[in-house]
């Protein structure tokens, strides 16, 4: 059972065929250079699969006596473990908006209209991950981390191929968790955030 991180980085290391580490602190090649990649690894992976665990909704808080430099006059706040916005149900759909930061900011805003969104979040907990994402952040890590423990190109080339079939088989799992729905184009037409969005997946109303 996938209890911690190091059992993550314990993980890819197996796939390196290299000595398991029982802690990031140690004075050692493959602590260090486990230390160095996974956060990068896993927020990667967080944002790029949408995993269904990591998928939150949240009402956002104004931001009192806050006013962006120009352009906007109201300002929100995003949850603090944010890492990418997948969609919005509100009335701010069908107008212009800006994400910049950590914030959220429009004009004509009603007090009575609540700016709802769904997000990807920036979950550190391993208990949290499913057994799919486990394996999956430990071929991808394994994949970073596997030519300079061990110099062997033809090793990190193979992981790299277990990787990207791991990523695909794992990525359209999560794809039938948040299926894909038709969405009128001149709602989102002023919304730069949405250009890249794979997955809307609206609640219903």
Known sequence: ??????DICNMALDYCNVRNITSLEEETKQSKICARW?????????????????IKRAVLPEVANYEPVYGYNKAFSLPSDCLQVLNLDSPLSDRYYQIEGNYLFCNEHSKDEKIKIRYIADIQDVTKFDSEFCDC?????????????????????????????????????????????????PRFRHSKVFSHIRNFNYPAR
Do not use: H
């Open 38 to 54: 996974y956060d990068t690894v896993r927020k990667s992976l967080l944002m790029n699969m949408n995993a269904s665990f990591s």
């Open 137 to 185: 952040l430990a071929l991808k890590l394994a994949e970073k981390i596997c030519l300079p423990l061990t110099e062997d190109e033809q090793k990190t080339n193979i992981l790299k191929q277990y990787a990207q079939q791991k990523y695909g088989e794992t990525s359209t799992k999560y794809g039938r968790d948040n299926r894909m729905i038709v969405i009128n184009e």
């Open 1 to 6: 059972m996938i209890t911690s991180v190091i």
